[in-house]
């Protein structure tokens, strides 16, 4: 379960996607490590927006963060987003604790962002996200049993504007080349 990722502002690919916001979203945007509930940006199919982490539950006690790959389509409450509104989150890393509780930080091995899958939706006159997660791969696997969704790079638009491939993407073996730190 993706309970924390880091977005680092030095990368350049992370300067760009910044820069498609406009100035007002560009300042709602936290760098460094994100937590539930802050705003990071968040590609979609048409626009690049700065979007609050989690659906709020419906009994106001705190928020959905993740969402399981193999039952997103039958859960009432991710099914008409994730259907309709895919989007790609932009992560330097991610997080993933042991049962011993010890900490371990998750990055492509060639360095580069990794795009966690995700859909959207507006509550309360913002946009909010949620992150897929599947059957964790290696190296998470030797930690932690979930893993989020990564888009390769040969996957993003796709995932974004084909349901049908999204559907299928979700439950696929991981093709992108995690290390661990």
């Not at 300067?15 to 590609?43: H, M, N, T, Y």
């Not at 959207?120 to 992150?131: P, T």
């Amino acid at each position: 379960m993706c309970g924390r990722f880091h977005l680092g502002f030095h990368e350049k690919e992370t300067q760009q996607i910044v820069s498609d916001l406009s100035e007002p979203q560009q300042l709602k945007i936290r760098f460094g490590d994100i937590f539930p509930s802050d705003f990071a940006p968040v590609l979609t199919a048409e626009e690049t927006l700065a979007a609050r982490w989690g659906f709020e539950r419906f009994d106001k006690k705190g928020v959905f963060i993740n969402a399981r790959a193999e039952t997103v389509t039958a859960r009432q409450t991710f099914r008409k987003s994730f259907l309709e509104r895919r989007c790609l989150i932009p992560a330097s890393g991610f997080y993933e604790w042991n049962a011993e509780k010890q900490k371990f930080y998750f990055t492509r091995k060639d360095g580069r962002l990794l795009y966690l899958c995700g859909f959207y939706r507006k509550e309360d006159d913002e946009h909010r996200f949620v992150i897929l997660t599947k059957q964790a791969t290696a190296p998470v696997s030797a930690y932690h049993d979930r893993i989020p969704v990564i888009a390769d790079d040969t996957a993003k638009h796709k995932y974004l504007t084909d349901m049908y491939f999204a559907s299928d993407y979700i439950n696929c073996e991981n093709q992108v080349k995690l290390k661990t730190s």
